[in-house]
């Protein structure tokens, strides 16, 4: 039995009270849940928006390091550890701007090239990318399985070890374009002469696809974060963007996506549980029964 609790973006009060709704707490013992065979899972997305980023690392380590819960890499972990790791002197991930300000509440808690920073960026680097087993799936963003078969055969453990990001043009090539897609999604270009206005009124040729979705054919019908879809092609969507629809009937738990409004089941195998808690919305998690094959809402639990 299984708590799935996905990104919680520094919202430390969101995950002590959503912890304590599901039955957590933390004794001088140790941690105790709602019952001895219970375990947490999480999604990934620790850090970065909200204001206490060192005290949501200090609770999923403590509930890491006691067996108690298991934990793995969300794509602001991911950008983190590249932004902070420097190779001849250049960061992996650009300090622009726009990457300083997005990471911004992790930097005032974890200034860069300090100590204890250097230490929680080594703890990210410990955390395997997805986790598989005969019962369920967990990743951050997307599950693509030739992606997750090829980090599989190339990178030890799931985990990147300062061997991998030492390695020459790491940023490029097939093993990052399949991390990419696992940690951050799949966006997928439109035909040509298509685009939209994204909310912000920016044109956007490409579309984050919602890959859970396994009944989708049409264009209009896998195309996420699109304010009027009236723009978007009539028609299905070819084979090269049909190949990354999930139609597995494996459970898969994933974040990522940002969405709103009442919690919801989309498909019967895979559940996005991110209801944009490093905002407004609520921290939410799931009761996951092995003996269900598939999605129930009623097992969506909240904060509130």
Not at 54 to 80: C, P, Q
Not at 107 to 128: H, Q, Y
Not at 168 to 186: F, K, N
Not at 209 to 237: C, D, F, Q, Y
Request: hydrophobic residues 35%; proline residues 6%; contains cysteine.
């Amino acid at each position: 039995m299984l708590h799935i609790i996905p990104d919680i973006h520094g919202q430390a009060e969101k995950l002590d009270d959503l912890l304590a709704k599901l039955g957590w707490s933390k004794t001088a013992a140790g941690w105790r849940g709602p019952d001895p065979k219970r375990e947490i899972v999480f999604l990934g997305d620790f850090i970065d928006r909200g204001p206490e980023n060192e005290r949501v690392i200090r609770t999923v380590r403590s509930l890491t390091d006691s067996g108690k819960a298991k934990a793995i890499m969300g794509n602001h972990e991911f950008n983190a550890i590249h932004f902070h790791t420097e190779i001849n002197g250049k960061p992996l991930r650009e300090r622009s701007e726009k990457n300083t300000h997005q990471h911004e509440s992790f930097l005032n808690e974890f200034p860069l090239g300090s100590a204890k920073t250097r230490e929680v960026i080594d703890w990210m680097k410990t955390l395997p990318l997805f986790i598989e087993n005969k019962q369920f799936r967990a990743i951050h963003a997307c599950w693509y399985t030739p992606a997750t078969e090829l980090l599989g055969s190339n990178l030890v453990n799931l985990r990147l070890s300062d061997e991998v990001l030492h390695q020459p043009h790491w940023t490029q090539g097939d093993t990052w374009d399949a991390l990419q897609c696992i940690t951050s999604g799949v966006e997928i270009r439109l035909p040509d002469n298509y685009s939209f206005l994204d909310k912000s009124d920016h044109e956007r040729h490409h579309i984050r696809m919602a890959w859970w979705l396994n009944g989708a054919k049409t264009w209009k019908e896998v195309a996420r974060s699109v304010p009027e879809t009236s723009s978007l092609p009539e028609g299905e969507i070819p084979e090269d963007v049909a190949k990354y629809v999930y139609k597995d009937h494996k459970p898969v738990f994933f974040g990522h996506y940002w969405l709103t409004g009442p919690a919801i089941v989309e498909a019967p195998f895979a559940l996005c549980l991110d209801y944009s808690a490093g905002k407004a919305g609520p921290l939410v998690a799931y009761d996951f029964d092995p003996a269900q094959k598939c999605m129930d809402a009623s097992r969506i639990l909240n904060h509130r």
